[in-house]
């Protein structure tokens, strides 16, 4: 057969794609519960202070972005987002979380909150490192 390849895909076939993966994903494990998670952290007037962005699937929650701005950073509001996205995670039937944090980010914030390290890229990008990070979720987890 010959084929050729590209680096264009469209909007529909890469959604093909993605469902194709989760079709054979669920007729192999019998979890078809994928879906996204999105929190907003606002003030009174309704600007975005920050937010979360995830999703839960296969009994895991996958946080994908946590951001707080600037100003912000030192008032719980990170605390408050990873919580209940925690909190989602439980009641969607995740018994554990994961994400991705480089050294230059948040890896000592999510360690405060029982979050371990399993893996890591040195070098991503040089002279840096990409840490993958996971922890068990419960209700009762008095960290979060």
């Not at 890896?107 to 890229?121: H, I, P």
Request: aromatic share 12%.
């Amino acid at each position: 057969m010959k084929f050729t390849i590209d680096e264009t895909l469209s909007a529909a076939e890469a959604e093909m794609l993605s469902d194709r993966i989760d079709t054979y994903n669920a007729q192999k494990t019998g979890f078809t519960n994928e879906r996204p998670l999105q929190l907003a952290a606002r003030d009174a007037d309704g600007n975005l202070l920050g937010g979360l962005t995830g999703s839960t699937g296969l009994q895991w929650l996958y946080i994908h972005v946590l951001w707080i701005e600037d100003p912000y950073r030192q008032d719980g509001i990170g605390s408050s987002l990873l919580k209940e996205a925690e909190r989602l995670g439980v009641q969607r039937g995740c018994r554990s979380s994961c994400l991705m944090t480089f050294s230059f980010q948040a890896r000592e914030f999510y360690e405060r909150f029982g979050y371990a390290v399993f893996g890591q890229l040195d070098d991503y990008p040089e002279g840096h490192t990409l840490y993958f990070m996971q922890k068990k979720i419960t209700i009762a987890d008095p960290r979060g």
